[in-house]
């Protein structure tokens, strides 16, 4: 069983940045593949970032890449959202999510999600 927690979600000024947090727990979190979703208002959900268990191999969604950066430790048992020059279409519930074996970017991939932290950026 995995257990995800996310943080640092908050409300900042277009240009600004934050950084996300999704503290994991579990004996295979460390061989897991991390992803990044979220989900927008009267939106689906949709992928943002994922990294290999090794960090290695890491994807952005081409609406957030040269701007969000995706990270882990697997010593902390922590994934980390690094997010420049936000704009108000990033305004969104962000979840971290977790699945074995190779990254994919669909949700219905993803066997353990977290709850969620609102992101809100003002224009």
């Known amino acids: 069983q995995v257990q995800l927690v996310e943080s640092g979600g908050g409300l900042v000024q277009a240009g600004g940045s934050l950084r996300l947090s999704c503290a994991a727990s579990?004996?295979?979190?460390?061989?897991?593949?991390m992803g990044w979703f979220r989900q927008g208002p009267g939106k689906e959900r949709e992928f943002v970032a994922a990294?290999?268990?090794?960090?290695?191999?890491?994807y952005h969604a081409d609406s957030v890449k040269g701007r969000f950066t995706i990270s882990r430790d697997n010593a902390k048992m922590t994934v980390y959202l690094q997010m420049n020059s936000l704009k108000p279409e990033d305004t969104a519930v962000y979840y971290c999510?977790?699945?074995?074996?190779?990254?994919?970017?669909?949700?219905?991939?993803?066997?353990?999600w977290g709850q969620g932290t609102q992101v809100t950026v003002s224009s």
């Open positions: 999510a977790a699945r074995r074996s190779t990254i994919r970017s669909t949700p219905d991939a993803y066997d353990y």
């Open positions: 990294i290999s268990w090794s960090g290695g191999s890491r």
């Open positions: 579990g004996r295979t979190v460390s061989s897991a593949v």
